[in-house]
Nanobody
Framework: QEQLVESGGGLVQPGGSLRLSCAAS????????IGWFRQAPGKGREGVSC????????YYSDSVKGRFTISRDNAKNTVYLQMNSLKPEDTAVYYC??????????????????????WGKGTLVTVSS
């Protein structure tokens, strides 16, 4: 059974930072990539970032590139999302996901939430003064 548990969300002022964690266990450890997605109120779920656990390849959406950094600690089975220079529009529930698209599709399609099959329950990030 896959298990993904997100943590680290909270309230932060614009320009501040947060680090989200995604702890993987069970059969979620078998998958080669983990992604971070977010969903703002009234909007669809969008891809934020993705990392390959085998070769460390990373991907970012244009909206977070240069501000967010994804990393992994394979020994701890945890993937992190360091979020800097946060903006009010970053406010959302952040989810990590696994059971990713086929490796041949990852580069072009990682950001499509419908191609990922297992999700954590999410952690809320609120950016507000």
């Amino acid at each position: 059974q896959e298990q993904l548990v997100e943590s680290g969300g909270g309230l932060v002022q614009p320009g501040g930072s947060l680090r989200l964690s995604c702890a993987a266990s069970g059969s979620s450890l078998d998958y080669y990539a983990i992604g971070w997605f977010r969903q703002a109120p009234g909007k669809g779920r969008e891809g934020v970032s993705c990392i390959s656990r085998s070769d460390g390849s990373t991907y970012y959406s244009d909206s977070v590139k240069g501000r967010f950094t994804i990393s992994r600690d394979n020994a701890k089975n945890t993937v992190y999302l360091q979020m800097n220079s946060l903006k009010p529009e970053d406010t959302a529930v952040y989810y990590c996901a696994t059971d990713p698209p086929h490796p041949a599709l990852l580069h072009s399609s990682w950001h499509l939430a419908g191609l990922w099959n297992y999700w954590g329950k999410g952690t809320l990030v609120t950016v507000s003064s």
